[in-house]
């Protein structure tokens, strides 16, 4: 089945230590914050996620089922509809 691994951007603080324990899924921009190679891990990779997940000093990194992936996406691109309706746009 596979998994995800998503990152609040506004708890991270790039120190990397994720990338260096799931280089295979992880890699750093150029200021040190993650970003992920694929979007659905292997089965495979899960017990080093879930370790990267607990080394992180900040609790901005967790695991999440792809179906949760595709559900935000979705939400996403709904959202400037649900902005329009609001305003009385649309
Ligand atoms: S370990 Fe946590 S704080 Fe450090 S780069 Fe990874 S997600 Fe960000």
Redesign the pocket.
Known sequence: MGFSLQ??PV?????????ELLPEA?E?DDW???MFRDGILPEHLRELAER?VD???????RLVSPERVRTALQSRALAPHTALRSDGGG
């Open positions: 990152v609040d708890r991270c603080e790039g120190f990397g230590m994720c990338a992880i750093l040190g914050y993650p990267a080394v992180c000093p900040v609790l901005a990194l």
